[in-house]
């Protein structure tokens, strides 16, 4: 079992950066790949980013490719989300995943496929 808390959500404005943080309550949080999903109201869960174990690979859905940055710090049991150049669009719930694997170079795209969920932390960009 693993228990994810996300945080650094907020209110800001277009153009602004935010950076989002997952942090488990596992140390051996190294066994976990991670994702980032976001729902905007009256939406679909939607997937943003994904992260490897070990933090080598790394994917993004292309509306982010250019603003948004997934990194860990597996000794502080914690992934980042950094978003930069934020859009209206950008407005949802964030929520962190992370599914435990044997594999050092998987990452994963599908809500169904994650095992552990964070409660969200809710990004506001106002235009």
């Known amino acids: 079992q693993v228990q994810l808390a996300e945080s650094g959500g907020g209110l800001v404005q277009a153009g602004a950066s935010l950076r989002l943080s997952c942090t488990a309550s596992?140390?051996?949080?190294?066994?976990?790949?991670v994702g980032w999903f976001r729902q905007a109201h009256g939406k679909e869960l939607e997937f943003v980013a994904a992260?490897?174990?070990?933090?080598?690979?790394?994917y993004y859905i292309d509306s982010v490719k250019d603003r948004f940055t997934i990194s860990r710090d597996n000794a502080r049991n914690t992934v980042y989300l950094q978003m930069n150049n934020l859009k209206p669009d950008d407005t949802a719930v964030y929520y962190c995943?992370?599914?435990?694997?044997?594999?050092?170079?998987?990452?994963?795209?599908?809500?169904?496929?994650?095992?552990?969920w964070g409660q969200g932390t809710q990004v506001t960009v106002s235009s």
């Open positions: 992260i490897s174990r070990l933090g080598t690979r790394t």
């Open positions: 596992r140390r051996t949080f190294s066994s976990f790949a």
């Open positions: 995943a992370a599914k435990e694997t044997a594999n050092t170079m998987f990452y994963y795209i599908g809500r169904n496929e994650y095992d552990y």
